[in-house]
């Protein structure tokens, strides 16, 4: 019997990959965010560094509070192409539009642009959590066998850091490039580069490129666990829907159309206004032509978020491995915040920036290739363990590097990388092994809320990072760039600098191990849940 179940559940790699696109196209905007928000708000749209930290700590706590409720729906979501699967069609174009207009430049007053930067960010991130919690939970039901969606959640992480790759090492040479379109910088390597308009066009290609993966996950992926009403959905179908719907033809032949006049009749910044505007109204129309047909909000079930919630909260796994999110989420944060200004005045040269940040992505994609095998050996709670341990060792070294070391810098980050490559794909295979353990613990089988509610502490642990990260410069009395021009930084802020890229995160990686210690689900344990779901299935 478990034969047929193995063979049942194994999924083809074209599947897997698929699947992994959805996290390189995510990782697009959430690596922006880690690496390059900061730096944006501060030295490109002119907000103060305890601004903008005050701003997205609070928009993220806001977002962070909506995932639940997210989740909640997701849950509850009933269509023909399933639960989760949907919103991958319905969420990517709104995410693309409000990710795109998080790195414009408004030419407003400083009031008016913090108020435009609080607007967008908002909406960006509420875009974000309604693709991503529905794409995260969709890993939780691709398939029955825990070791099946470890080598998922494998080649999701292995497309996550390769999008991470795109964004570490072309983000400032795209910059440059446009940023030079049309000014006198082309062709002039000392004359200004125009930041503002190299970071929009720059996350317009990833918004494009983010979109296409996006609707490729959708096509292509199936949801097989805990279905209550069968899928009438494949890609045939899909594609035949997506061919011959006069309601979609009609708006994109309406869309070309009324770009075209607005190209030919309007200047560039008004056509970016309006063609977001209309793009947002369309996808709306289309989301709600599709789902007047498929999709419905269950409402047979007996049970509410409450119940949920309190089932949620008495899941000891779960509770784990969301307060280990948080502290490992906080001090990533605030390590990849400081990444560029600890660069720029403690090592005294920006130059490395992309290559530093390409080798240990890199290295980690490497690292990657092994987690079924280290899984396997180690169990998931050891291994990740000694993943946060080398990670505390890595900081402590960056601790006593001189400037002048970068050689070594670069081979603690590719070491890093290399042992830490593991580290997401086993964390979110044990989110959905949570998922198992409520259904068997508890009876009910919450995926979406699960995974949303590991999105909540995530993005909380990010968001308190990113805020430290800005209240911090701050403190050490950091000076931003003046008309452009970069100050002099006092010896005080220098090694600040150096503290938060350092020890500072080094606290938060310690507690993490403390937390992860706690987990109770072993492999035996994991096994056992295993054999009891499928008993009751059967039965």
């Known amino acids: 019997m478990n034969g047929s179940k193995n063979f049942r559940d194994r999924l083809s790699v074209t599947e897997k990959v698929a699947y992994g696109f959805g996290d390189m196209a995510s990782n697009l905007y959430w690596k922006l965010q880690e690496y390059f928000l900061l730096f944006f708000y501060t030295d490109v ?17 806001w977002d962070a509070v909506n995932d639940p409720f997210i989740g909640y729906l997701s849950d ?47 909406l960006m991130m509420l875009a974000y959590s309604a693709i991503n919690i529905p794409y995260g939970a969709l890993m939780g039901v691709i398939s029955e066998d825990s070791l099946e969606r470890t080598s998922v959640a494998t080649y999701r992480f292995v497309f996550a850091f390769l999008g991470g790759v795109i964004v570490q090492y072309f983000t400032l040479r795209l910059v440059e490039f446009f940023g030079s379109l049309g000014s006198s910088a082309v062709g002039n390597e000392h004359a200004e580069i125009d930041q503002a308009s190299g970071f929009f066009w720059t996350v317009a290609l990833f918004s494009a490129i983010a979109t296409l993966m996006f609707l490729i996950t959708f096509a292509v992926t199936r949801e097989r666990v805990d279905q ?25 032949l309406v869309g070309v159309a009324s770009v075209a006049l607005m190209a030919t009749a ?27 047909k ?40 605030l390590r990849g915040g400081t990444l560029i200004f600890y660069f720029k005045y403690f090592v005294g040269d920006d130059g490395p920036i992309a290559a530093f940040l390409t080798a240990g992505t890199i290295s980690g994609v490497f690292g990657m290739l092994f987690t079924r095998k280290l899984t396997g050996l180690l169990g998931k709670k050891r291994l990740m363990i000694f993943i946060k341990l080398f990670t505390t ?42 998922a198992d353990y409520s259904q068997w613990k508890h009876g009910r089988r919450t995926t979406g809320l699960v995974f949303a509610a590991a999105s ?57 191990v403390g937390v992860l210690a706690l987990y109770p689900i072993d492999e035996s344990l994991l096994k056992k849940i295993e054999q009891d779901l499928h008993g009751r299935k059967v039965d």
């Open 45 to 61: 749209f002119g907000n103060s560094p305890k601004a903008t930290g005050t701003m997205v700590l609070i928009t993220r706590i």
């Open 76 to 122: 509850r979501t009933r269509t023909s192409w399933g639960r989760f699967r949907p919103y991958l069609l319905w969420m990517s174009v709104p995410l693309a539009i409000t990710g795109t207009l998080v790195f414009y430049v408004p030419d407003l007053g400083p009031t008016g642009k913090l108020v435009y930067a609080y607007a967008t960010y908002t």
């Open 228 to 252: 209550d009403q069968e899928q009438d959905s494949s890609f045939e179908a899909d594609w035949y829907f997506l061919r011959t719907s006069w309601k979609l033809h009609q708006l994109a």
């Open 266 to 292: 309007l200047d560039a910044d008004a056509m970016i206004w309006i063609a977001g505007i209309y793009v947002a109204l369309s996808i709306v129309s289309f989301a709600v032509s599709t789902a007047t």
């Open 294 to 333: 498929t999709f419905c909000v269950h409402s047979g079930s007996k049970s509410v978020l409450r119940d949920d919630v309190d089932h949620l909260l008495r899941n000891r796994p779960w509770i784990v491995l969301c307060v280990f999110g948080l502290f490992h989420l906080a001090g990533s944060a």
């Open 393 to 434: 060792a890595c900081l402590l070294a960056f601790f006593f590097l001189r400037p002048d070391q970068v050689a070594l810098m670069f081979a603690i980050q590719i070491a890093n990388g290399l042992i830490g490559g593991p580290l997401s794909a086993v964390l979110w295979a044990m989110y959905a092994d949570v």
């Open 456 to 512: 909540f502490s995530q993005k909380l642990g990010a968001a308190v990072g990113v805020a430290m990260t800005g209240f911090l410069l701050a403190g050490i009395l950091y000076v931003p760039p003046v008309d452009g021009v970069d100050q002099q930084q006092a010896e005080f802020t220098v090694q600040g600098l150096r503290w938060m890229f350092s020890l500072i995160p080094l606290v938060f990686s310690v507690v993490a």
